[in-house]
């Protein structure tokens, strides 16, 4: 089972706001191109997102459906992989301070994929959601920067003549 967690510079709220975002999803899932909504309000439980992914010239075209949100804090995905089957993917935040801790887990559940799980497909997982986390931060910190634009400015507190009187 893959576990992986990234420490976000942003709210919990910034994070939930970009995940309960469903025309988002190709901005934080890697290998997404596309997204399409096809049922359902995302992210209510039975909504479905088709996904397109592409590999050079070859492109794949499957689905993703939420099976368990609390707004919030947790959103689980059953996402289709072609002959692979489906896998699990649970994300948690939890607050950290001012910031928010994501966790992702990610198990197969149907198919070949899990008949194929062993410590290489785990590796190369872990690889992918080094990245997924990598991509979902940056998503959320630039939207935390737009919501306060002094926090993200790196801006040096005015400094010269007449400085402390600003």
């Avoid at 990234?6 to 988002?24: C, Q």
């Avoid at 920067?145 to 009187?165: K, L």
Wanted: with cysteine; net charge positive.
């Amino acid at each position: 089972m893959a576990v992986r967690h990234r420490l976000i510079k942003a709210s919990p709220e910034t994070v939930w706001n970009v995940l309960a975002d469903g025309t988002r999803y190709g901005e934080w899932v890697v290998g997404t191109s596309s997204t399409t909504p096809v049922r359902g309000q995302w992210p209510a439980v039975g909504a479905t997102l088709e996904f397109q992914v592409r590999l050079g010239p070859v492109s794949l075209t499957d689905r993703t459906v939420v099976r368990r949100c609390v707004a919030g804090s947790v959103l689980e995905l059953e996402a289709k992989a072609g002959f692979l089957g489906t896998a699990r993917i649970a994300l948690e935040l939890r607050s950290w301070g001012e910031h928010c801790l994501v966790l992702v887990d990610e198990h197969p559940l149907q198919g070949a994929g899990g008949l194929l799980h062993n410590a290489g497909v785990e590796a190369l997982i872990q690889l992918r959601h080094r990245a997924m986390l990598a991509r979902l931060a940056r998503c959320c910190e630039r939207d935390a920067g737009a919501q306060d634009p002094a926090a993200g400015s790196g801006s040096a507190p005015p400094t010269g003549p007449g400085a402390a009187h600003a």
